[in-house]
C-alpha cells in the first residue's frame, strides 16, 4: 500500500467505528474517531422524531456539529478513508464539519459508509462540495460490519 493512511470515522451505535478500526488495521493505517462535542443520546438519534437533535440537524444543510478532537498532523496523510452512517440518505452533517476543517490538497478522499437500510446512494458525492483543496474521490462503498475479506476488495481498489 502507497502512502500513510488515516481512517478517520464518525460513529453514533459503535458500528462504523469498528468497521473503521478493521480499515485501520488492515491498511496498517492510523485511526481517528470523530467525537462531537456534545455526544448523541438514544433520543437525539431517533429518526421518527423529526425534533430529535439528529432530525433537526439533517433537516438543516447548515448544521455544523462542533467537533471535540482534531487531527493534528492532516498533512501527513496521503490517503484520509472517511467513515459514517447513512442519515437521512447522506452522511451525518458532523462529516461536513470535519470535512470543512482541514485543506485535504493532493490527498485522495475514500468514503465508506455503514447502514441498516440504506445504500451508499449519492452520500459519497454529497460531500465534496466540502472539500478545500484539489483532491482525488474514489468512489464511496458501504461496508456493515468488519468483514476481512470485503475490506481487503475496498483496499486494493482505493489504495
Known amino acids: 500500500m502507497s502512502g500513510k493512511v488515516l481512517v478517520a470515522v464518525f460513529s453514533a451505535s459503535g ?21 462531537p462535542e456534545e455526544i448523541y443520546t438514544a433520543k437525539d438519534l ?9 432530525s433537526v440537524e439533517m433537516n438543516d444543510p447548515d448544521s455544523r456539529p462542533a467537533i471535540l478532537n482534531k487531527v493534528s498532523n ?5 490517503t484520509v478513508i472517511i467513515g459514517f452512517p447513512i442519515w437521512w440518505g447522506i452522511a451525518p452533517r458532523i462529516i461536513d464539519t470535519f470535512l470543512e476543517s482541514y485543506d485535504f490538497s493532493g490527498k485522495t478522499i475514500v468514503p465508506f459508509c455503514t447502514s441498516g ?7 459519497d458525492t454529497e460531500l465534496h462540495k466540502y472539500v478545500k483543496g484539489s483532491v482525488k474521490w474514489e468512489k464511496g462503498v458501504q461496508i456493515n460490519r468488519p468483514n476481512e475479506s470485503e475490506i481487503r476488495k475496498m483496499l486494493k481498489k482505493v489504495l
Do not use: L
Open 117 to 123: 437500510g440504506s445504500g451508499v446512494g449519492h452520500s
Open 46 to 54: 431517533d429518526w421518527t422524531d423529526n425534533k430529535s437533535r439528529s
Open 74 to 78: 492532516m498533512s501527513e496523510y496521503d
Open 15 to 35: 458500528v462504523t467505528k469498528r468497521v473503521g478500526q478493521e480499515i485501520a488495521r488492515i491498511s496498517d493505517g492510523d485511526f481517528f474517531e470523530i467525537v
